[in-house]
T-cell receptor, first 112, second 112 residues
């Protein structure tokens, strides 16, 4: 599937600071999903965005899908130690064609 | 309890010794897939299956085989493992059209 680039690869923050990771594509995406993987764990689905300009919130997490559907972001407000892990974006070109393609992930490291 | 079960969770083997990693799900999901996760490379899709007897190559299928004889099972076969197949493997499943994946706990494979 078409590649998506995630930045940054690593992010160190102090506990309580905000954190943002970005997912960018050179072509229009039909959808974007976000997953979280805790250290030593497996990826867990967080959310899916499908509409241009869509914004969704889950407590301290805010997810956005760009107007052109070529980029997405995940923002965490006031990070906590439980937010530690790797955040992946993923997309499918169309269900039934090639499954999900994942970005390389952003590793969030939180210093207490 | 809804779950995706992978076995074995850990395996150390030697080059050329055939092995199978099993994946079983109890959620009646049509879609099943295998990913490998390597440092710096994120999650890369090996094979996927849209339903029984339907399988397709992902991005990195070389050296792997799969089968989907039953809806609940999707084994990953390494006919002649090589050291470059040392990796963390995840099975993931979902309903067709939903785009949301549920991952197994992972299988860490080391090929000496």
């Amino acid at each position: 599937g078409q590649q998506v680039m995630q930045i940054p690869q690593y992010q160190h923050v102090q506990e309580g600071e905000d954190f943002t990771t970005y997912c960018n594509s050179s072509t229009t995406l039909s959808n974007i999903q976000w997953y979280k993987q805790r250290p030593g764990g497996h990826p867990v689905f967080l959310i899916q965005l499908v509409k241009s300009g869509e914004v969704k919130k889950q407590k301290r997490l805010t997810f956005q899908f760009g107007e052109a559907k070529k980029n997405s972001s995940l923002h965490i407000t006031a990070t906590q130690t439980t937010d530690v892990g790797t955040y992946f974006c993923a997309h499918s070109s169309s269900w039934g064609a090639d499954g999900l393609t994942f970005g390389k992930g952003t590793h969030l490291i939180i210093q207490p | 309890e809804a779950q995706v079960t992978q076995n074995p969770r850990y395996l150390i083997t030697v080059t050329g010794k055939k092995l199978t990693v099993t994946c079983s799900q109890n959620m009646n999901h049509e879609y099943m897939s295998w990913y490998r996760q390597d440092p710096g490379l994120g999650l890369r899709q090996i094979y996927y299956s849209m339903n029984v007897e339907v399988t397709d190559k992902g991005d990195v299928p070389e050296g792997y085989k799969v089968s989907r004889k039953e809806k609940r099972n999707f084994p990953l076969i390494l006919e002649s493992p090589s050291p470059n197949q040392t990796s963390l493997y995840f099975c993931a499943t979902g309903h067709s059209g939903a785009n949301v994946l549920t991952f197994g706990a992972g299988s860490r494979l080391t090929v000496l």
